[in-house]
C-alpha cells in the first residue's frame, strides 16, 4: 500500500535490478511513492510485500506507459542492458527504449522530471591517469557505451521540453551485487582473480549512495540537461578493491588468477550465457576494458552544485559485505 502522506510518485525502471533495489529503500524511506514499471518478461518478486505500486507494461506499449506515469514527479530510469550478444540489441534496450519512455514523459502537459542513469562507460576511459571530467570528449569503447552515449544525446535532443539530468555512473558495489558476489565466491575458495599488473585504476561508488545523488539531482538540479559524474572521489586499483575481502575471507593461501586465464574464462562464461540464453557475469570486453584502461572521474560538478558527497567508507563497507558474504546475509 502506498504511504498515507506522500512527496509525490516516483516512476523506476529498472526497479528490480541492483541499483533498482537501493533506490525503491531510499525512495520509500524519504516518504516517496515508487512507481515500478514492470515488464512481461520480469522477474517481479522482490516487490511482493513493497510499498510501491506495480504499473505492468513495456516500451513499446504507449497506453501502459501512460498509465504509469499518471501522476507522476519524476521518473528515473534505471532500465538497461548491460551485457548483450549484439550492437542491436544494446541499442533496442538502452536507445530504442530510452526515446520511447522520454517521447511518453512529452505526451503530458506538465512533464516530469526525467533522471537517466548514464554510465562512465558512456565517456570512455580517462587517460593520463588524470580524472575525467563532464566537458570532455566522449570516447566509448565498448558497445555498451555507444549505447548508452547515444541514449544521452537522444535525451538531450528533447531538452528544455524534457527536464532532463543525466548522470553517468561508476562501477557500483554493495549488497545484491552479482559481480561482487561471485568475487567473494572465488576468494572464499582461495582464489583471487589477476587483472593486468595492477596498475589500471577506476572510480567506484556503493549503491546506496548512487542512489541518493540520482533523488538529489531530481530534488535539486535545475533539469536543463546537466551531466554530472558520481564517484566515491577516490580512484582504486583491483587489488586495492579485492584486498579488504581477502583479508576478511582468505588471509591464507591464495591462488591468483592471471588475466590469460581470466580471458579464457570469460569466454566460457559468455558461451555458456549465450546457450542458456542469459547474461554472463563476466565477459572478454569486461577484462580487456579492466586491464587496458584507467576509469577514473571528477565528480566535483555534483558535488559543488548539488552538495551531494558520498557517506559510506570504502574499507568498513567493504568489510562489512565481506561478513555478510561469510554468514550467508549477502
Request: net charge positive; glycine share 8%.
Amino acid at each position: 500500500m502506498p504511504p498515507a502522506t506522500s512527496r509525490g510518485r516516483v516512476l523506476v525502471t529498472g526497479s528490480t535490478g541492483f541499483l533498482g533495489r537501493h533506490l525503491l529503500d531510499l525512495l520509500i524511506a524519504r516518504g516517496y511513492e515508487p512507481v515500478c514499471l514492470v515488464r512481461p518478461q520480469t522477474d517481479a518478486g522482490s516487490l511482493d510485500g513493497r510499498p510501491v505500486v506495480r504499473a505492468d507494461g513495456d516500451y513499446t506499449d504507449a497506453a501502459s506507459l501512460q498509465r504509469a506515469l499518471r501522476g507522476v514527479r519524476f521518473v528515473v530510469h534505471l532500465g538497461a542492458a548491460l551485457s548483450a550478444s549484439d550492437e542491436q540489441v544494446f541499442f533496442q534496450a538502452n536507445v530504442a527504449a530510452t526515446q520511447l519512455l522520454a517521447a511518453a514523459c512529452l505526451n503530458g502537459t506538465t512533464p516530469p522530471r526525467f533522471i537517466f542513469a548514464s554510465s562512465i562507460a558512456a565517456a570512455g576511459p580517462s587517460s593520463d591517469g588524470r580524472p575525467k571530467r563532464e566537458a570532455e570528449p566522449c570516447e566509448p569503447v565498448s558497445a555498451y557505451g555507444r549505447s548508452k552515449l547515444l541514449a544521452e544525446k537522444a535525451l538531450a535532443a528533447l531538452c528544455p521540453a524534457l527536464p532532463l539530468v543525466i548522470l553517468r555512473l561508476p562501477n557500483l558495489l554493495g549488497r545484491g551485487q552479482s559481480q561482487l558476489r561471485s568475487t567473494m565466491s572465488l576468494i572464499r575458495r582461495g582464489i583471487v582473480p589477476a587483472l593486468g599488473n595492477g596498475h589500471r585504476r577506476t572510480s567506484i561508488c556503493f549503491a546506496q549512495d548512487a542512489a541518493r545523488a540520482l533523488l538529489l539531482a531530481a530534488e535539486r538540479s535545475p533539469a536543463r540537461g546537466e551531466v554530472y559524474y558520481v564517484t566515491l572521489g577516490t580512484s582504486y586499483s583491483w587489488r586495492e578493491l579485492v584486498q579488504p575481502l581477502v583479508e576478511e575471507l582468505a588471509p591464507r593461501l591464495l591462488l591468483r588468477v592471471p588475466t590469460p586465464a581470466l580471458l579464457a574464462a570469460a569466454a566460457l562464461a559468455q558461451a555458456w550465457a549465450r546457450l542458456r540464453r542469459s547474461v554472463p557475469l563476466l565477459t572478454i570486453g569486461d577484462v580487456r576494458s579492466a586491464v587496458s584502461y584507467d576509469w577514473v572521474y571528477d565528480d566535483s560538478l555534483i558535488r559543488r552544485r548539488l552538495g551531494w558527497a558520498p557517506t559510506v567508507e570504502f574499507a568498513p563497507e567493504m568489510t562489512r559485505l565481506a561478513r555478510e558474504f561469510r554468514d550467508g546475509r549477502f
